[in-house]
Nanobody
Framework: VQLQASGGGLVQAGGSLRFSCAAS????????MGWFRQSPGKEREFVAA????????YYANSVKGRFIISRDNAKNTVDLQMNSLKPEDTAVYYC?????????????????WGQGTQVTVSS
């Protein structure tokens, strides 16, 4: 599966951004999808994930209530809406495909990764 992410950029604290990740190559709805992020000097961390149908969504505690993950299986896309952004949300964000229908918060189960998109939140 090839994943192509778009969106991101520079925003002031309290603002919003939206990512979209387009997938190609396999039956999209068969797999859970996730978003991760990585800051300089830190390990890649889980942000949000959804099951193959999109009926289940899961979030890291640090973004719960602010970020929303959604998917459109007809369009083979998964989006991440980020609201009330904080400077600590600054990172490179990655979309990823899980190896099973369910969701996961660990990078080990994700087999395909997008190219990464920078988000910078200024205070």
């Amino acid at each position: 599966v090839q994943l192509q992410a778009s969106g991101g950029g520079l925003v002031q604290a309290g603002g919003s951004l939206r990512f979209s990740c387009a997938a190609s190559g396999r039956t999209f709805s068969n797999y859970g999808m996730g978003w991760f992020r990585q800051s300089p000097g830190k390990e890649r961390e889980f942000v949000a994930a959804t099951t193959g149908s999109g009926g289940g969504t899961y979030y890291a505690n640090s973004v719960k209530g602010r970020f929303i993950i959604s998917r459109d299986n007809a369009k083979n896309t998964v989006d991440l809406q980020m609201n009330s952004l904080k400077p600590e949300d600054t990172a490179v964000y990655y979309c990823a495909r899980n190896n099973v229908y369910d969701w996961s918060s660990t990078t080990r189960t994700y087999v395909d990764w997008g190219q990464g998109t920078q988000v910078t939140v200024s205070s």
